[in-house]
Every structure is written in structure tokens, then in C-alpha cells.
């Protein structure tokens, strides 16, 4: 068991971060299970905290006898140097035990930015960073989680990922390690990992070997060793009202990111909007019913006493039911004062409608996400979404009391001119001018969000060449040039990140040595702007002599095979091109969840079909 | 409407929470513990708490104090043992007591903290001993307080309600310092513990001291005894 000295506690800043023993939190004796799995987010404990993939995946384990599950994030730069110069370990909150002593470290990979911090987590926690260097007393290193459809610039540092929804699978690899370890092993680590190639939805990338032609394109990716399959598919869960969900959360001490109980009230989008690889990773639409939400909500709410309960879901305001469902829960949860949020708004009226409804309790700003300045773009990535929606919508809000809007775009977007970027300057404008329309008075603070865009495997813009990072700092300029508002008030984001970013999405395993090479050169929580060495990660590239722009500003051909291929979300890359010609066409396609079927081919290919209780009872 | 002064504790579990924290800690308990809490009025209704004097971070505590008003009768069984299930680790309600009528606000009854410390001793006793004594026999002594844009001279010993005493245990020591907490200030006793290293030369390992806070008194009595 780890020990922490209070001096060390006493200098480091939200020392709470470190010590655990929150309510919820589950401690088992290690002796006494058959399985130990360390959930790992490679992030701060108030981001770590705030992940609703590793609440149902602790709730699953520990649910179970034989296994425990035990939390552990990143410390922060303050809380490591003392580790290191105290020759602490990275240890879990609820026992303090050694991560390295854990069966299974699980890290969820939710963008790309945080990789160098896993592999600062598994050297603070003295496990060899390289997969191929483990021995048998290791732990297995697995990840999972949104970035899990382009795994190959990490795939040398974990020993498998767990592709798509992990509520099924942690059982199924669980109940294969259990059942290795009763037989004492036999094959050692290879051996395990041979079985559980075998269970849908698990990559082994040391399984499958990667021919480069002369110019380091991809010529083949193909397994090495007979367990593995020649494509592996995510799990998805066919039943969501039968799968488990979080019923207990760990409670913070301390303030987190989401410092709220989240109501998952379905999964997948399916409005198909081309940019967004969630709205393709997480098909097809599958609702919870009101009956079964309801039931979740007063669980979680009795276990925690929280008086936030946050709707989630890709776009909450697509749940078929949830006008019904939103007076049921405030009629609920009436004497607690619960206020309720909706993160995700529909550019509509309906939404606004809600949104006021929901905020009876409490009021705070409301957020839009036109994405794109001009009709045409608009169309181009399927936003499905007029200048007409957002003034109605925006109206409604203004009625209702709404003062500060939020507006959220992004640059960069395939077909992209000058026009394109002016126009978001200009509906920002019509959004302030409308103030004045409907109240009569001046006061609205609206917020312009720009984010610079980073096309993503498994998109229909994964063909598409990344703006350099001149061309969006030009376009952030000029945008900035032609807001004059004093009312609008204009964020961006810092282009090199998402430069960054465009290289390790689309990247392959040539860049693990590259992402080695940085973190050895002092990168880490490259996510965090005021963290982020720029620098070291170009030197990082230099050094290991591989060039961003070959992943990220290479217009790809229709006919390159990808380094992402073998592991899919199911979707058909026939669908993928279809819609990026249609991009190209400005055409647009209808959600298949109401409308006509776009044949992406997840249904099919995963034998699921959409569950919508709305159309299901019409 | 009802109102209930309650004893509780911060214990180990909880040490490096702040008092924020712990304030919301024990809003969320209630809300589990389902017992019919009063809100404010407005926009923004926050639950009807009241505490005494905060808690810094890394300070436990035997004998913490809130006020709590409720909307419903509630007797004083149900009151305990609701609240009692539904803490969280690293707090415990000692006593609840059921009052009526305006009383002092907890912050403002507050006069006196009574607080226990274990700090590992660096050199032998017989420094350490000498450096409390010079201590207590100072007519003044002056801390710096670094605040965030400036610092501040304060004197240490007008808050002194009795002398520090100390004694040793094996490689430790045991302090008991009280401690006046006036409508103009007080002093931390992390704050002492940093005077007596600085400017007594009290060989001691400050940045390990565990501190407690035994009680805290008001007219001579705990805050619980006020009402």
C-alpha cells in the first residue's frame, strides 16, 4: 500500500485530487478477488472524475465478486515531481495500490492529445512503456473509448483495445482472464492474449502485421497469428434498457468538470452530420425507455443527493420522448430542487421550449452550434440546419428571458473559401441585431466559439487535406477582422493543437516513436493550453524524421487503404465516399432514424437494429 | 419551521478537503438523507446551512458546528439517525439539538478553538521545549502573512487564550494551542507552528504537522451548549 507523507500532500495544490475515500468509492481485498482492473483516465482527477464510459465500466466490475475495479487519473505536474523525488508510484484511489500490481490497467482514450500522458502514467507507475517489453508479472495495458478507431499510432504501447461499447466485452475479458489464471496461465501473456482476440471487439495490434510500400503508403494489414481476425467490429449493445448503467456513482469531494449526475437517455446519432466521427462510431440510434430512465434517475439521485442531473446524449433534444420524460423527472424530483440541463440543443423552438422548462430552477446561458458561417457549408457537412431554424430559435430564447447565447463554428471545413469565415462573422451579427428586435433594448452577449477542424477516421472527410496552419491562423484573423460588435465577444482555438491533433488521428504506427520521443522530451498534457509544448513535438517529428503533413495535409485517394481499416465501427467506406461526394455536391442526407435508410451499413454489418420508442409507438 | 444545531467531525478521509467542500458535502448528504431541507428564495435556491469557523485544508476536526433550518417537524431520533446513514466517510454527528428562536450566527458565536497537534521533532526536546517557552513569555511576536497582492504584519499573542503546551512522544511532539477568534481576526495554528520554526528556532518538521481541532467554544461552551 501506497503511503503519502502529509508534508507532500500539504504542498501540492487540491491535494484532495490524491487521497480518495469518497462515498460510492468500492474497496475490495485484493486477496480475495480473482481479477483487479485499474480504470485509468489520462487526465486530471476533475476530467477523469467527470468520464461516463468509466462510471459504467467500474459499476459493471465491481458488481462482480471476483474482480475489482479501482480508479487512477494523471497527477498533476505538482503532485508527479513529488512522486518522483519521493519514489511514489502511481497508485489507485480506493486500496493505494500499485498500479503495476493490478491484473489489467484500462486507459480510456478520449482525444488524441492526451497520449503522451499515458505513457507518462505507465512509466510513474514503472511498467515498461512498450508493449513487446512487458513480462509476465505486468499488467495487460488495454484502451478503449472514442479514439479507438485509429489506435495504430499508439498500438505499440498497449496490448489490446476494447473496440466499441464496452458493457458486454470487460465481461467477456474478465471472465477469459479468470478462467487463464485458474489454468495457471498457460502461454503466458501470449497466451491471453491469443483467447481474447478470439472474443469480438478486441484488437490485439501486435497480432497483425503492416506492410509500408516505398513511399511509406500502406500495401497490407494483415494478422500474423490465426487467433486474430482479418477485421475486427466494435461490440455495440443491442438492449440499452437491459444493460447495466451507473447506479452508483463515486462522489467528489471536490468540484470536477461535470460535477453532475448524467442521464444517459441514448446512444448514437444518426443525423449524419460529415464531419463527426462519434455521429458515425456510435450508430445506430438506440433510446433507454422513459420508464427505465426515470428508474436510473432516482437511483443515482438516492445514491448521491447531487441536485444536477444533466440529459446526456450526442443531441438529447432527438430523444423521441423526452417532452414527456422532462415533466415527468421535474414532477420527480419536484421537493429536491433538481435542476436539469440539456448539453446538447436542437436548433429549434422546441428545444427553447425545453430548455425554458428545464430551467425553472435555475438560468444560464444557452449554446448553438451552426457549425459553419454560410447555407452552402452548411450543407456541405450535412448540418441539416437554416439560417431560418437559428433565428427562430434564437427568438424563442430571447423571449424567454435569454440574454447570452453561445454560438459554436468551426474553420477549416471541406470547400471552404474567405465567403464561408465572413459569414460567420455575419450571422453573429444577425444573432446580436435580433436583440434589439425582439426586446427592444440592447444588452445580449453572444459568444463566437471557433474551433479549427480536424478531419477523423471512419468520416466521410477522411479523404480530406487539413488546413495548414497559416491558412487557419489567415482565416482566424480575417474572421476576427470582420467581427466589430462590441457585443460579440470571439474565442478560437490555438491552431497548432489541431495541427497537432490532424497528424496523430489520421496517423499510423510509425508515429509511436514520435510520440515516445516527445514525451521523453518533457510533453505531456498537451490538451491543457498553458501545457502544451509546441515546440518539442516538432522537434519530436524532426528527430524521428516523419513529416505531420503526410497524415494530415495529404489529400488521400478514393482507393488508399488506410491504416485504420482493420478495425471498424462497421460502417462501409462505399458510404464514407458516397457521402463525401455528396459534400462535394452540397447535397444532403436524410437521418435514417425517421427517414429513409442511407445503407451506412452498421445495422447490417453488426445485426442491431435503431431503437426509437417515439416511432415505435406512433 | 425547524432548526437543529448539529456536533459533527472532519476526520482523516476527508483532511484535505476545503471548507467549500465540506459545506456541499454535507448539502449532498442531507439531500440522501431525505430530510426536509429549507432553500432561499430566488433564482439560485441554496439549502439553509450555516457554519461556524472554517476549516483550512489538511485540518481535521472532532467538533465541527452547523445550523440547519427545515421546512417540516422532524424529531430529534429520525433527525440523527437519517443524517447518520447517509455521511459520507470521515463524518460523524455527534450531537443534534433541536432550537428555537434567534440565536448568535454560528460564525459570529464562535470566540474560541482549542486545537491538538502531532509534529515530528527535529533536534532534541529540550530546543523544542525552550522554544515554547520563549514563545509564551513574548509580550508580542509578529507573523508575516503572504496574501495574494501584498503581505501583512500581524501580532501572533493577542490570540493566545492560554500558553502552548507541549510534550514529547518518541520522535513526535504534542501541542495544544488555543486559540481566540475575534470580529477582527485570529491566527492559524499552522501560522504558529511557522512562527515558533522561524523565529524561536524550534527544530520541527512544519510542513508534517497534523493539526486537529478538539472544540470550539463560545461564552465558555461548545456552540452545541449555546442553544
Known amino acids: ?618 | 419551521m425547524t432548526k437543529f444545531r448539529t456536533e459533527i467531525t472532519k476526520g482523516e478521509e476527508i483532511r484535505y478537503i476545503s471548507h467549500l467542500d465540506y459545506a456541499s458535502l454535507m448539502e449532498r448528504a442531507i439531500r440522501r438523507a431525505k430530510l426536509p431541507a429549507a432553500y432561499s428564495e430566488g433564482f439560485n435556491p441554496h439549502m439553509k446551512l450555516a457554519f461556524a469557523s472554517a476549516l483550512a485544508v489538511g485540518v481535521t476536526s472532532d467538533a465541527e458546528y452547523m445550523d440547519i433550518e427545515l421546512t417540516k417537524p422532524v424529531c430529534q431520533p429520525e433527525f440523527f439517525d437519517k443524517l447518520t446513514a447517509a455521511l459520507p466517510p470521515g463524518v460523524k454527528l455527534i450531537k443534534a439539538r433541536i432550537f428555537e428562536g434567534r440565536h448568535k450566527a454560528l460564525m459570529a458565536a464562535a470566540e474560541l478553538a482549542d486545537y491538538a497537534i502531532t509534529v515530528p521533532l527535529q533536534g532534541d526536546f529540550a530546543a523544542a521545549a525552550a522554544a515554547v517557552q520563549a514563545y509564551n513569555a513574548a509580550a508580542e511576536v509578529v507573523y508575516t502573512r503572504n496574501m495574494p497582492r501584498r503581505v501583512k504584519e500581524i501580532e501572533v499573542k493577542q490570540y493566545m487564550q492560554e500558553a502552548v503546551a507541549v510534550v514529547q512522544q518518541g520522535s513526535e511532539l504534542q501541542l495544544v494551542m488555543k486559540i481566540k477568534i475575534t470580529p477582527t481576526g485570529s491566527i492559524k495554528p499552522g501560522e504558529i507552528l511557522e512562527v515558533l520554526a522561524q523565529k524561536f528556532a524550534m527544530p520541527i518538521a512544519v510542513a508534517s504537522a497534523l493539526i486537529n481541532r478538539r472544540g470550539l467554544y463560545g461564552e465558555g461552551k461548545p456552540l452545541i451548549d449555546l442553544v
Not at chain 1, 37 to 55: H, I, R, T
Not at chain 1, 274 to 291: D, H, L, M, N
Not at chain 1, 346 to 369: C, E, M, N, P, W
Not at chain 1, 533 to 539: E, N, P
Open chain 1, 1 to 618: 500500500m501506497v503511503k503519502l507523507d502529509p508534508a507532500l500532500l500539504q504542498a501540492v495544490n487540491k491535494p484532495a485530487r490524491y487521497t480518495g475515500n469518497e462515498l460510492n468509492a468500492v474497496k475490495k481485498d485484493h486477496a480475495k478477488v480473482s481479477c483487479t482492473f485499474a480504470l485509468a483516465l489520462p487526465d486530471v482527477y476533475e476530467v477523469g472524475m467527470s468520464n461516463l464510459g468509466l462510471k459504467i465500466l467500474y459499476q459493471i466490475l465491481n458488481d462482480r465478486a471476483d474482480t475489482a475495479a479501482e480508479r487512477v487519473y494523471a497527477p498533476w505536474i505538482d503532485m508527479e515531481e513529488k512522486m518522483r523525488q519521493n519514489d511514489i508510484p502511481l497508485y489507485s484511489l480506493e486500496t493505494f495500490t500499485a498500479i503495476k500490481d493490478f491484473d489489467f490497467v484500462g486507459f480510456s482514450l478520449q482525444y488524441e492529445m492526451i497520449y503522451s500522458n499515458i505513457l507518462n502514467m505507465l512509466d510513474l507507475a514503472h511498467i515498461p512503456l512498450w508493449a513487446a517489453e512487458r513480462g509476465e508479472a505486468d499488467p495487460f495495458i488495454v484502451g478503449g473509448g472514442p479514439c479507438v478507431y485509429n489506435t495504430e499510432p499508439i498500438a505499440d504501447f498497449f496490448d489490446f483495445f476494447i473496440v466499441g461499447e464496452g458493457e458486454e466485452v470487460i465481461v467477456d475479458v474478465t471472465e477469459c482472464f479468470i478462467v487463464w489464471k485458474n489454468e495457471n496461465r498457460p502461454g503466458g501473456r501470449p497466451g491471453l492474449l491469443q483467447r481474447l482476440a478470439a472474443i469480438d471487439g478486441i484488437y490485439v495490434p501486435s497480432f497483425y502485421a503492416v506492410a509500408y510500400d516505398e513511399n511509406n503508403m500502406i500495401k497490407s494489414i494483415e494478422p500474423n497469428c490465426s487467433a486474430a481476425k482479418a477485421t475486427v467490429f466494435k461490440r455495440v449493445v443491442k438492449n440499452m434498457d437491459v444493460v447495466t448503467f451507473v447506479e452508483k456513482p463515486v462522489l467528489p469531494y471536490i468540484d470536477i468538470v461535470h460535477d453532475r449526475l448524467m442521464l444517459e437517455l441514448f446512444r448514437g446519432c444518426s443525423r449524419g452530420c460529415r464531419f463527426c466521427q462519434a455521429g458515425i462510431s456510435y450508430r445506430p440510434v438506440r433510446e433507454r425507455t422513459p420508464e427505465k430512465l426515470r428508474e436510473l434517475a432516482k437511483t443515482m439521485q438516492a445514491a448521491t443527493g447531487y441536485d444536477e442531473m444533466s440529459l446526456t446524449s450526442l443531441s438529447s433534444a432527438d430523444y423521441s420522448c423526452l417532452g414527456m420524460l422532462v415533466e415527468d423527472l421535474l414532477q420527480d424530483f419536484h421537493e429536491e430542487k433538481i435542476s436539469f440541463s440539456l448539453p446538447s440543443l436542437r436548433i429549434d423552438s422546441f428545444s427553447i421550449d425545453l430548455a425554458h422548462k428545464l430551467q425553472q430552477v435555475r438560468k444560464s446561458g444557452l449554446t448553438f452550434a451552426p457549425e459553419a458561417g454560410t447555407q452552402r457549408l452548411r450543407d456541405v457537412i450535412n448540418k441539416g440546419v437554416t439560417e431560418e431554424n437559428l433565428i427562430t430559435a434564437v427568438t424563442a430564447a430571447y423571449q424567454q428571458g435569454w440574454k447570452s447565447v453561445k454560438l459554436y463554428f468551426m474553420m477549416g471545413l471541406p470547400t471552404e473559401t474567405d465567403e464561408d469565415i465572413i459569414g460567420i462573422a455575419r450571422l453573429a451579427q444577425k444573432v446580436v441585431d435580433l436583440y434589439r428586435e425582439v426586446k427592444g433594448k440592447r444588452g445580449v452577449k453572444v459568444t463566437v466559439s471557433v474551433s479549427c477542424f480536424v478531419p477523423k477516421p471512419y468520416t466521410p472527410f477522411q479523404w480530406f487535406a487539413q488546413d495548414t496552419l497559416a491558412e487557419f491562423q489567415r482565416k482566424q484573423q480575417l474572421l476576427k477582422e470582420h467581427i466589430r460588435d462590441r457585443s460579440i465577444h470571439f474565442s478560437y482555438h490555438d491552431a497548432r493543437t489541431s495541427y497537432l491533433e490532424g497528424a496523430i488521428a489520421r496517423g499510423d504506427r510509425h508515429l509511436s516513436k514520435v510520440i515516445y520521443q516527445a514525451w521523453q522530451d518533457g510533453a505531456k498534457f498537451d490538451g491543457w493550453s498553458d501545457q502544451f509544448k509546441y515546440d518539442i513535438w516538432l522537434a519530436a517529428f524532426e528527430k524521428c524524421g516523419i513529416k505531420p503533413e503526410f497524415y494530415s495535409q495529404r489529400q488521400r485517394l478514393q482507393t488508399e487503404l488506410f491504416p485504420w481499416e482493420h478495425v471498424t465501427p462497421g460502417v462501409t467506406k462505399e458510404f464514407l465516399w458516397r457521402e463525401c461526394e455528396k459534400a462535394h455536391a452540397a447535397e444532403l442526407t436524410e437521418d435514417c432514424r425517421r427517414g429513409k435508410c442511407s445503407a451506412c451499413g452498421v445495422c447490417s454489418s453488426l445485426a442491431v437494429k435503431v431503437v426509437d420508442w417515439g416511432k415505435m409507438n406512433d
